[in-house]
């Protein structure tokens, strides 16, 4: 057993109780890192261990004078590495940042730093968080602890393998349209997108402005609720960010969810949807009616057109996010070129990778004069009408659940061959991006394979708590499972 097989939470109280130090724990998650990586490849960058040990020496002196009392001081994290972290490496996995050292961090890291946790490393993702598997990196794919051979879920999969190999106490993970929910359901670990505005997006690379909030991939639902408590806050340098008043999510953690109203939308249960996803799905849905909360089937309509106006939308602004990467003021410069145009045109060529092209070129076509009514404006009047089909619902309810994802977790290399089969996996994740809602993936079951199975539970914006109730709820009828690689032969390296 390892400290880093505890929870973010029960780490940080025998921190705070004196009977782990700070530097052990630190030492004990770079150990854990060490042994794991070659399995997993979760991370890009590893935390330089004499600066993080410091790091570990002064955080325990605050815990000691009582400076730092929250309940992740001197916990280590891991952080997907699309956000800046001040004078670390932060690549968006992709060989144009492959040289980029920020000067500054994105405000959810400042946030925990400034609470007491310690930045472990920078996480494996897709490149520029465009995937579902993790495999688009351009340092290699990341790998699912409960088996190598299957992909962790994307885009923050390295977060999510991190955890689940137990590298590290939690990580942030950053969700466009189901990169923190689908590889949290992979990888049997839980993870959360707040609602949009709640985080703020300083400093995370962007991809789709729109659509993406920075969320917590963690052992479980309390964990969860302890870091967005730590990284929900107005920031004046991010235009939308949503002044929500001091966070309260750990007292709705009290495993009462009768008379809750949970709706379940009919239209996710078709023939799509693999039968062991769709039972296991069912029967949390029945636990939860079991402990007094009403559920029923209801029609959410418009889900198939979810996922054509993600795409649109998202390609759409990561078209013209992307165009700073340029070789002009940072990042990767082409070795060989005449002239500005060609330095533009083989640095992008070169230093971008496949996906990331396609879904530059495909943002540009929807954007382009001719186009943009039948593509881009037709998909925003379908992200206004999908808004209305959930504002309707959350009338009746005071949570949807679902499925995260068709199926568990895939073999490496079986994905990208078939980019639009791929989109449609995510026909569960995006419309709560669409709609801006919150969202939390938290392991229901296991397959035939013994892969874990995630579990959807949406509320309406602003409605974190209804979440975390309802998932803290269902949490306490499982028992906690923990991947081979957590608790196999490497954690005692
Ligand atoms: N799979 C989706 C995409 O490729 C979601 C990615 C994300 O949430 N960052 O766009």
New binding site residues.
Partial sequence: MSLMDLTAVELGKKIKEGSVGVREAVKDCLKQIRAKEAKTNAFITQADETGVLKRADEVQKAVDSGELTGPLAGVPFAVKDNMCTKGILTTCASKILSNFVPHYSATAVEKLEKAGAIIAGKTNMDEF????TSETSYYGPVKNPWDTDRVPG??SGGSAAAVAASEVSFALG??????IRQPAAYCGVTGFKPTYGTVSRYGLIA?ASSL?QIGPVAKDVTDCAAVLEVISSYDSKDSTSFNRGVPDFISALDGDVKGLRIGIPKDYFTDDLDPEVNAAVLAAADRMKDMGALAEFFDLSLVEYAVPAYYII?SAEASSNLSRFDGVKYGYRAGDYEGLHQMYKRTRSEGFGEEVKRRIMLGSFALSSGYYDAYYLKALRTKALIKQAFDKAFEKYDVIIGPVAPVTAPKLGGSLSDPIKMYLG?IYTVAANLAGLPGISLPCGRDSNGLPIGLQIMGDCFNERSVLKAAFAFEQTRKQEKSPLACGKEAEV
Avoid at 174 to 179: I, L
């Fill in positions: 968080a465009m995937g579902s994307g885009s950053s969700d466009t349209g189901g990169s991809y993406e998202a995510d």
